[in-house]
C-alpha cells in the first residue's frame, strides 16, 4: 500500500462529470487536475447504501473545498456506464459537481493497494494529495463504514497552513510553533 509522502500513482480513466449533460462521458488523468490539491475518493460499489451518502456529503461541500482550490474526484470499480445510471437513478446524485471515475481493471486500486482482498472492490479509501501529486492524507474505513467528509476538510485546511496543528485543530485557530511550549 503506497503512504504518506509517496507519489500518487499515474492512471487515465473513463468519468461521467454532469457538467456537460449532453456529453456526460470524459477522460481524466493525472494532468487533468496539474498544479491543483485533489481530494481523491473511493468507495466499494454502484447501487449500495453507504456510498451515495458519502458522495452526496461531499457534493453538499464542494464549494468549501473549491474555495480551497481543491478537486475532488469520486472512484470506483464499476464502468462509467453504471455510473450515469446510478447518478440518474439516485436523488442524492442527481446533480453531483464533480467527476466519478470508473477503475473498471481495478489499475488505480491496485496500485494504491487497496483492493479489498475478500470482496475485489476498492477499500472505501479518502486521500489528499498535494499540487505536487504527493500523498499528503490517507483514511481508510471498513465497507461498511462511512467516512466522515468534515474530517477530510478538517486534514486539508491543516495541510494547507504548512504549519504544525494541534489535536482537532480548526481553521482559524492558532497553529504551533517548535520554539514555543504547548
Known amino acids: ?23 456526460p462521458f470524459i477522460e481524466i488523468n493525472n494532468a487533468t487536475f496539474q498544479n491543483q490539491w ?3 475518493f473511493f468507495w466499494p460499489k454502484d447501487f449500495t447504501f453507504v456510498c451515495p451518502t458519502e458522495i452526496a456529503e461531499f457534493a453538499n461541500l464542494n464549494s468549501q473545498f473549491s474555495e480551497r482550490h481543491t478537486q475532488l474526484l469520486g472512484v470506483s470499480i464499476d464502468s462509467e456506464f453504471v455510473h450515469l445510471a446510478w447518478v440518474q437513478q439516485h436523488p442524492l446524485l ?20 487497496i ?25 481508510i474505513t471498513d465497507l461498511n463504514v462511512g467516512r466522515n467528509t468534515q474530517e477530510v476538510l478538517r486534514v486539508l485546511d491543516a495541510l ?23
Open 160 to 182: 494547507q497552513t504548512k504549519e504544525l496543528c494541534p489535536c482537532n485543530w480548526q481553521k482559524g485557530e492558532k497553529t504551533l510553533s517548535a520554539k514555543e511550549p504547548i
Open 94 to 113: 442527481h446533480h453531483l459537481p464533480f467527476p466519478l471515475l470508473s477503475d473498471i481493471k481495478r489499475e488505480l486500486t491496485l496500485a494504491l493497494g
Open 1 to 23: 500500500m503506497l503512504s504518506i509522502g509517496d507519489k500518487f500513482p499515474e492512471f487515465k480513466l473513463k468519468a461521467v462529470s454532469l457538467s456537460n449533460p449532453s456529453e
Open 38 to 40: 485533489r481530494v481523491i
Open 115 to 139: 483492493l479489498d482482498k475478500n470482496e475485489g472492490v476498492a477499500e472505501r479509501a479518502t486521500y489528499i494529495v498535494d499540487p505536487d501529486g504527493i500523498i499528503r492524507f490517507i483514511m
